[in-house]
């Protein structure tokens, strides 16, 4: 299917995507609207841009021809631009995305019989440098803005033909999951992603709910009482071991935050309740982490918290310096995991054969420093 045609971005104009009602309010009254007429402006456009999905200004048809004119030439509805496309022998797909400054992101669609997910990236790299993770190696380029993510999952539901048709109802969903799993770490950016996110749930327009909304985060834990509290949507957390030493090496985020840390904020998350658990998710590497021990220290540590754990068998990437454990290991770890009362699905590797599935997406932008940027612009 043809990627729905955008209205493009020139220097002058503002993009659209990813404000949220008072910052589109604002940005109508800069370009000269009237006032009193504002508030319904903006909802003709939130239904336009987020109900209908339109790319461009002339498919608004319900606005008057002089409001779309203005909004031609001084706003743009632009999407993320598809630098490649791959599509894996299980249907994963997974799009190489060019942002407006040149800048590559990689974005996965996962198809399942139930439902699609969808990984978005809230960085281009990461801040973080986990071991076990391929986007880790290519360090932090910059954070996405809101409007670039958001474009992720407008340009996923434009390419997978996931708008509804007028007077439809919503209930055929391509996209019914949004997961923060991507390149990035969401909570070094979490403006951004807290307002991308809420416009994604806003029930008049993309209508995911914040349920169907999970951030995933190695561990920042100043910040994950505020993520409950702003956006309330579901929580994963990046564990992948029962000890700080070992998790200082796979997750150096670790000597900053240890493990108790972090399961105290996970405890206190606003949100939490049987009915809306925390995943915590557990990398298995081969004779690094999977033995009978770690299993029963795993249930211990999280003890009371109303949690499922997903075992994710390890995605090998070029260089990767560990092996995934083998599949009786896993299968033994999760029947300790399942004894002690705890869901413990075995992820099933997604997308292995174009480097899609966890842990395995990398872009090829680097940081430009300061004085390259001012060298480059003179």
């Known amino acids: 299917m043809s990627a729905v045609p955008s209205t493009p971005a020139t ?64 706003a743009s509805l632009a999407r993320p631009e598809i630098a490649a496309e791959r599509i894996s022998d299980d249907g994963t797909r997974k799009w190489l995305l060019k942002l407006a400054d040149g800048a590559l992101v990689e974005t996965v669609y996962i198809p399942e019989e139930a439902r699609g997910t969808l990984c978005i990236s809230s960085q281009v790299g990461c ?39 007028p007077g439809a109802g919503k209930d ?17 950016n979490f403006d951004n992603v807290r307002d991308a996110m809420l416009i994604a749930a806003d029930g008049e327009g993309i209508g995911l709910g914040k349920r169907r909304i999970t951030l995933s985060t190695a561990g920042v834990v100043p910040m994950i009482a505020r993520a409950g509290a702003e956006l309330g949507s579901a929580l994963a957390i990046s564990l992948h071991a029962v000890k700080d030493e070992l998790r200082d090496a796979l997750v150096p985020l670790n000597k900053k935050y240890p493990i108790a840390e972090l399961l105290a904020a996970v ?21 690094v982490n999977d033995s009978d021990a770690d299993a029963r220290a795993l249930v211990k540590l999280i003890a009371g918290i109303p949690a499922k754990i ?22 033994a770890f999760a029947e300790i995991v399942n004894r ?31 004085s390259e940027r001012r060298r480059a612009e003179a």
């Not at 003709?44 to 409001?67: C, D, I, N, P, V």
């Not at 949004?178 to 770490?185: F, N, T």
Request: hydrophobic letters at 40%; proline letters at 6%; glycine letters at 10%.
């Open 11 to 74: 220097p002058e104009s503002v993009s659209l995507v990813g404000l949220d009602r008072p910052a589109l309010a604002a940005a109508l009254g800069a370009m000269g609207f009237p006032a009193d007429g504002l508030r319904m402006r903006v909802a003709q456009l939130w239904h336009w841009l987020y109900m209908r999905g339109a790319g461009e200004f002339a498919a608004m048809t319900t606005l008057s021809k002089e409001m779309r004119a203005r909004l031609e030439a001084h």
């Open 127 to 165: 801040t973080l440098t986990c071991r076990f993770c391929h986007t880790g190696t290519q360090g932090l380029v910059r954070n996405l803005t809101a409007g670039e993510i958001l474009g992720q999952v407008l340009l996923a539901k434009d390419r997978l033909g996931d708008w509804p048709a």
């Open 172 to 188: 055929a969903r391509a996209i019914t999951n949004v997961v923060l799993m991507g390149m990035g770490e969401p909570l070094y």
């Open 267 to 287: 405890r206190a998350y606003p949100v939490l309740s049987n009915a809306r658990r925390v995943t915590f998710e557990y990398v298995m590497l081969k004779g």
């Open 310 to 331: 997903n075992l994710i068998p390890f995605n090998p990437w070029p260089g990767s310096p560990y092996e995934c454990s083998d599949r009786g290991r896993i299968e």
């Open 340 to 370: 002690a009362g705890y869901a413990s699905p075995v992820r099933t590797p997604r997308g292995r054969d174009i480097l899609a599935a966890c842990g395995q997406l990398k872009s090829e932008s680097k940081k430009v420093r300061a």
